[in-house]
């Protein structure tokens, strides 16, 4: 079966710190591979998703970036954090196109809680 | 792009009560899922339903794609099921990107 990692759970940076949170998928491979945040009020923002290695789609401009340097593997990062990158950051994956066997089902990570102080 | 709506934005139950959970969307849809976000904040997929009508023990799900809205029944209440529920849909192609409701808020007491 497939699983979902990402780390660390929790983290507190200070303002213009670097930031690196990561993910790794078992089980499958060439998965599509999403970054999702979400800030107060509930609602889930894509940032950006991956259908291979090396190829890297944002859906709003931002203060972050994400690299697939693996087949399994999401990172995301930022040079210099902001205050308004706090929030709740999930990693998620499916299927690539065609392989779906119970429909284009999306799976989330634990999630990781940034603090930027 | 395509908007989700969710209601009741809020919803506090006793235990033991049943409850509806409606997800409006603004265009055709090639997937619907449901999640529910427990307290600790994992989301959790209930159901890919992007028509037709679906249950898994207490809980089930029905999408009217032609009317552009999906339903979550719970049953029978209990506190675990606290938390907050999302629709998400995407407009197919090969990337399935997914744009969440806001969600709806629900509180089981004891």
């Known amino acids: 079966s497939q699983t979902i990692h990402q780390w660390p759970a929790t983290l507190v940076q200070p303002v213009g710190s670097p930031l690196s949170l990561e993910c790794t998928v078992e089980g499958t491979s060439n998965p599509n591979l999403y970054w999702y945040r979400q800030a107060a009020g509930r609602g889930l923002q894509l940032l950006f998703y991956s259908v291979g290695i090396g190829q890297i789609s944002s859906e709003v401009p931002q203060n972050l970036s994400a690299s697939r340097p693996q087949d399994r593997q999401f990172i995301l990062s930022s040079k210099k954090l902001l205050l308004s990158d706090s929030g709740f950051y999930l990693c998620?994956?499916?299927f690539g196109i065609g392989r779906a066997s119970s429909g284009n089902t999306i799976y989330f990570g634990e999630g990781s809680w940034l603090t930027v102080v | 792009g395509i908007q989700v709506e969710q209601s009741p934005p809020d919803l506090i139950l006793q235990e033991g009560a049943n409850s509806t959970l409606r997800c409006n969307f603004s265009d055709s849809v090639n997937n619907l899922q449901w999640f529910h976000q427990n307290p600790w904040g994992q989301l959790i997929n209930l159901f890919y339903i992007p028509s037709g009508t679906k249950q898994n023990g207490r809980l089930s799900a029905t999408t009217v794609a032609t009317e552009r809205y999906s339903l979550l029944y719970i049953s029978s209440s209990q506190t675990t099921d606290s938390g907050v529920y999302f629709c998400a849909v995407d407009l197919g192609g090969s990337n399935y990107k997914l744009t969440f409701g806001k969600g709806t808020l629900l509180t089981v007491n004891p």
């Open positions: 998620a994956w499916s």
